[in-house]
């Protein structure tokens, strides 16, 4: 099992940029996909996709709304997946989640195609 820690998020204002980080510990994250999806705290709904990278870091898919704003990367010697997110609105505002694809040819779009789900961090984006 890997442990995700979500780092990076805050407050920040409708154009800024924030990076995110999603560090594994325990066992090493560089065989897995990573997925980010994230939770606004008021919809009440299940998480929403965001973005996701293959384990060598050589694709990845983006949801629609993260399109050309939202780039996902990875580290693998630091065992760690970034999401720089730019030109942030206040819709963008929501806890965000790190998860390990649970296996190849898994739907990236399903949560729950991952597992070992970090604890999230908060981004708050002000109008």
């Known amino acids: 099992q890997v442990q995700l820690v979500e780092s990076g998020g805050g407050l920040v204002q409708a154009g800024g940029s924030l990076r995110l980080s999603c560090e594994g510990s325990?066992?090493?994250?560089?065989?897995?996909?990573v997925g980010w999806f994230r939770r606004a705290s008021s919809s009440g709904k299940e998480r929403e996709f965001v973005?996701?990278?293959?384990?060598?870091?050589?694709?990845?898919v983006y949801a629609d709304s993260a399109k050309g704003r939202f780039t996902v990367s990875r580290d693998n010697a630091k065992n760690t997946v970034y999401l720089q997110m730019n030109s942030l609105k206040p819709e963008d505002s929501a806890v965000y989640y790190c998860?390990?694809?649970?296996?190849?040819?898994?739907?990236?779009?399903?949560?729950?195609?991952?597992?070992?789900w970090g604890q999230g961090t908060q981004v708050t984006v002000s109008s």
């Open positions: 325990g066992r090493t994250l560089s065989s897995h996909g």
């Open positions: 973005a996701f990278i293959t384990s060598s870091g050589g694709s990845s």
């Open positions: 998860g390990k694809k649970v296996r190849l040819g898994l739907e990236d779009r399903l949560v729950s195609s991952y597992e070992d």
